[in-house]
């Protein structure tokens, strides 16, 4: 019997052995771009991250071999690097990511897949393993141990601080992170669940598994199309709502025509999946997906004809606005450029220093906002910080009696704007409560730059998927930032 070593704390990594970087001259951007991935670097060894993802990587595999531990535990520091420099780019699609990365010494080094025999190990595929290996509450706590380090005064020191990050004022905002659909109008829900049933048929007939047809596939996807052409050109029409009711009659009939042709492909393929080329769990996802949109088909059907040929109007709790992602929110925002948005809200708290500290995304409605505000206290005040929350900023949305009275209990100063004028007029006699909603304004800033690092849309399918993506995003913001503040601190002290 072979007897396996320890898995111990040491991982052998090639750092030592890659070759020099390329010598890149006469090009500020590259050096400033170079200078904050080394301070990054640096973060992620000296705050424990790193030991943290390879504690993380072994988590429901301490039955494993040593060696699939330790091929973990090396996959694990790759994820860590790759989704953070993803992130520091404003999150990428997979592909154009791993062009990039193979592309660029620099940036491949920072991942740690350049060694003496080339770039290898960035492929599509692996990114995208690589941004689902760690859980959302991983990477929530890997983010709550950086913002430790950072507003712990000893444990500062081993990053490089000279002082701990200002942590005891706390700003305050909520916004909708859009989710990646198109506009929700009703009878376009008839295209997407014909569109997806069909894809799926075609699959299935494709394998060698078919069911009777009038035509082929392509034929009914081209009568949808046509249909969807004639309803956008009702409007021009005299009789504009005839015609819209018309061409919708005609959509319910297909849309029906389409599924009982998918149910039909869907029951030959649950029976002799065996006989195709797919295994069963890539049959099973067809059968998921056709299922899925089979339930959806005369929910989008009601929902059409109440707003198109009933003229009435369906309650926001019960409209769908996408058969894809069933848990996106109307929310009400009253701005310039829109009066609505579809998505989910996104509840933010940073520091002075632009270090988020803590964060929540809402799957249903969001509560009230003063609400939003005391759960975030709750949060942070389980953190390992030198000063505790000292004050709390935020817009009108966050005012309410309640919320003022529950600061009061926690002897947290109210830097909240008040609703009512004359109250409002009052507090602007405060020099404290001043200064501190003249730097909530930037706030808003802080939303727009960490929106750019979701991509303003992420792309990613499910709730799941979207929330462990804006964890990622807020770990390589914080990491950004404070890579900023170590560089700001050296030039200070090169200057002095």
């Known amino acids: 019997m072979k007897k396996e070593r320890p898995l111990g704390e040491t991982i052998a990594i090639q750092s030592w052995l890659r070759p020099a970087l390329t010598h890149v001259g006469a090009n500020?951007?590259?050096?400033?771009?170079?200078?904050?991935?080394?301070?990054?670097?640096?973060?992620?060894?000296?705050?424990?991250?790193?030991?943290?993802?390879?504690?993380?990587?072994?988590?429901g595999f301490e039955g494993a071999s040593v060696r699939e531990q330790r091929a973990r535990t090396r996959f694990a520091l790759k994820a860590l690097r790759v989704e953070t420099l993803r992130m520091l780019l404003g999150n990428p699609a997979y592909r154009p990511f791993s062009r990039t990365v193979a592309a660029s010494d620099l940036m491949a080094d920072f991942c740690g897949v350049r060694r003496l025999d080339g770039i290898r190990g960035i492929s599509k595929s692996v990114l995208e393993?690589?941004?689902?290996?760690?859980?959302?509450?991983?990477?929530?706590?890997?983010?709550?141990?950086?913002?430790?380090?950072?507003?712990?005064?000893?444990?500062?020191?081993?990053?490089?601080?000279?002082?701990?990050?200002?942590?005891?004022?706390?700003?305050?905002?909520?916004?909708?992170?859009?989710?990646?659909?198109?506009?929700?109008?009703?009878?376009?829900?008839?295209?997407?669940?014909?569109?997806?049933?069909?894809?799926?048929?075609?699959?299935?007939?494709?394998?060698?598994?078919?069911?009777?047809?009038?035509?082929?596939?392509?034929?009914?996807a081209r009568r949808m199309n046509r249909l969807c052409i004639e309803m956008t050109h009702t409007r021009r029409k005299e009789d504009a709502r005839r015609a819209r009711k018309r061409v919708l009659r005609k959509m319910k009939r297909l849309v029906k025509t389409i599924a009982g042709h998918a149910r039909s492909h869907r029951d030959r393929l649950e029976r002799d999946y065996a006989r195709t080329e797919y295994s069963q769990g890539q049959a099973r996802r067809i059968i998921e997906r056709v299922d899925r949109m089979l339930a959806h088909v005369p929910t989008v059907i009601a929902q059409a004809h109440e707003r198109i040929i009933g003229g009435r109007p369906v309650p926001s709790n019960r409209k769908i606005l996408s058969v894809h992602e069933p848990d996106v929110q109307v929310i009400v925002r009253g701005k310039a450029s829109r009066e609505v948005e579809f998505g989910n809200t996104l509840f933010l708290a940073e520091s002075p220093q632009g270090l988020i500290l803590d964060w929540e995304m809402y799957r249903q409605k969001a509560p009230a906002e003063w609400r939003q505000l005391q759960d975030s206290i709750e949060r942070q005040s389980a953190f390992d910080l030198s000063a505790p929350i000292g004050a709390a900023v935020g817009d009108r949305g966050f005012y309410a009696k309640s919320g003022q009275a529950e600061l009061q209990d926690r002897q947290i100063y109210d830097a909240i704007c008040p609703r009512d004028p004359a109250e409002l007029k009052r507090r602007l006699q405060e020099v404290r409560f001043v200064r501190l909603q003249r730097r909530r304004g930037s706030t808003e800033a802080r939303v727009a730059i960490l929106k750019q690092r979701c991509a303003r849309r992420l792309r990613c399918r499910s709730f799941g998927h979207r929330y462990q993506a804006v964890a990622w995003a807020i770990l390589g913001h914080n990491l950004w930032v404070v890579a900023r503040i170590l560089q700001e601190q050296e030039k200070l002290r090169k200057a002095a």
């Open 28 to 59: 500020k951007d590259y050096a400033l771009f170079r200078e904050q991935l080394e301070g990054v670097d640096g973060l992620l060894r000296g705050s424990h991250l790193e030991s943290m993802a390879m504690d993380f990587a072994v988590v």
């Open 129 to 220: 393993r690589a941004s689902k290996f760690f859980t959302a509450e991983q990477v929530r706590w890997m983010k709550q141990v950086l913002i430790e380090m950072c507003g712990e005064k000893d444990r500062a020191k081993e990053i490089g601080l000279t002082s701990p990050v200002a942590t005891e004022t706390c700003l305050v905002d909520t916004t909708c992170l859009e989710a990646n659909i198109h506009f929700p109008i009703d009878w376009v829900l008839l295209r997407d669940v014909a569109g997806t049933l069909l894809k799926a048929t075609k699959l299935i007939r494709q394998a060698g598994l078919r069911r009777r047809m009038p035509c082929e596939v392509e034929e009914l």
